[in-house]
């Protein structure tokens, strides 16, 4: 049974940074799909980004690509997404996935990301 | 980037109804279709893959179909636990794309 629990609500100053993590159970993440997905009012859901560890280098959004790193260690089962110079629009739920085939069958219970002066 | 569009945004039904919700794509994404269904304060559940494969333990009044740039969910026998938000995405290329929701609502 695959689990992903991620690490709890953060409150951010504008420009700052933010580090959400995501710790897989169940699973080995070496050569799985993890994803990360925002949902917010306006924009309502967005692919993020995602990583297979094994083969290392991320895969981006555009709309993410300046701003968004997105690792994995694989030692703790641990998927992250940090986000450089916060705005208030990156206020939002984060969510990680993982991908069976491409399909997103597991979620992790969701982050939200607060950012306001 | 795909862009996918729902309709109808909202969606008014009885349980025991018969709904369809369909999602088009601004390109075509091959059999590369998944439905979701998210309720408040909930993570997404996928429900159908690759346009018509159920997922594990959805039940079988779900369903789905189409091909190229136009795909449909059907709900079948609408029970009570059925009423939240559809949301359909491509996994074709990157980035993948939503649809904007289709929220079911009791009539």
Do not use: H
């Amino acid at each position: 049974q695959v689990q992903l629990v991620q690490s709890g609500a953060e409150v951010k100053k504008p420009g700052s940074s933010v580090k959400v993590s995501c710790k897989a159970s169940g699973i080995t993440i070496t050569r799985q799909a993890i994803s990360w997905v925002r949902q917010t009012p306006g924009q309502g859901l967005e692919w993020m980004g995602g990583i297979i560890p094994i083969f290392g280098k991320p895969d981006n959004a555009q709309k993410f690509q300046d701003r968004v790193t997105i690792s994995a260690d694989e030692s703790t089962s641990t998927v992250y997404m940090e986000m450089s110079s916060l705005r208030s629009e990156d206020t939002a739920m984060y969510y990680c996935a993982r991908a069976r085939e491409g399909a997103f069958d597991s979620w992790g219970q969701g982050t939200l990301v607060t950012v306001s002066s | 980037d795909i862009q996918m569009t729902q309709s109808p945004s909202t969606l008014s039904a009885s349980v025991g109804d018969r709904v369809t919700i369909t999602c088009r794509a601004s390109q075509r994404v091959n059999s590369w279709l998944a439905w979701f269904q998210q309720k408040p304060g909930e993570a997404p559940k996928l429900l159908i893959y690759k346009v018509s494969s159920l997922e594990s333990g959805v039940p079988s009044r779900f369903s789905g179909s189409g091909s190229g740039t136009e795909f449909t969910l059907t709900i079948n026998s609408l029970q009570p636990d059925d009423f939240a938000t559809y949301y359909c995405q491509q996994y074709n290329a990157y980035p993948y794309t939503f649809g904007q929701g289709t929220k079911l609502e009791i009539k």
